[in-house]
């Protein structure tokens, strides 16, 4: 997907001397420094480095090894093991790349300078870039059987950067509606010895006083949280929403 894709797709359709290698840097590259004036110097010197060591390992198992890149694959022909490791295996390197303040493919950076303009989301760009990547694929080669697999790859390397990124760690914000704020926030407290915010709050309908409690924790406590805060008060109100990233620290001081 994104410029790695687009680097395959005219690496496929351009004579031998155009290597797929080169395309990774004259794709990529331009958009980093493009890009550099909204994601910084230090973003943009590591994509760049991080797009060299990947056109020079594509390189020399593509030019150099004596490899035969259509027939060595661990999976044989099987299209779909192909598809699901060959994108677990990218959106690691991805993931760790983004996770130490690179990117490894300047689709992201599009993303982030167009998107607003042209009133999408970053992730509504990309996958609007990697349809039309697919369908030019579809009708380049007059097959539909590598763009399908195509969509397989791009949705498991996207979990396996999201995994990378987030960790199995990930967050949970937790807002509980309640009257009794003081209870909830001592067992909360005393389970978890994390910071807890109240923030004042009134019923619209009933007109009554309650208490929003904001809790953060991972997805692995929040059984515990549900059962401490039904024993707490039976009656309260609780969301529970995902957050993409934090900063700071809520952990309670001794």
Known sequence: SGISGTSMLLWQVTPPAFTLSL????LNVPLFLFGLKKQGLCFTIYSIWAVFIYSGVSFLINEVLPVDVATASFAGSDLLLCAIFGGLISGIGSGLTIRW??????IEVMAVIFAKRLGLTVGSFVMAYNVVLYISIGLIWGSWILPLYSIVTYFVGNKAV?????????SKAVMIVTRCQDEICRVLSEEFGRGITQISAKGYFSGADNCVVYFVVNRFQIPKVKKLVAEADASAFVTITEISDVMGSS????
């Open 101 to 106: 303040g690179g990117a490894i493919d300047g």
């Open 251 to 254: 952990v309670k001081q001794k």
């Open 23 to 26: 395309f990774l840097v004259l």
């Open 162 to 170: 999201d995994f990378i990124v987030e960790g199995l760690d990930k």
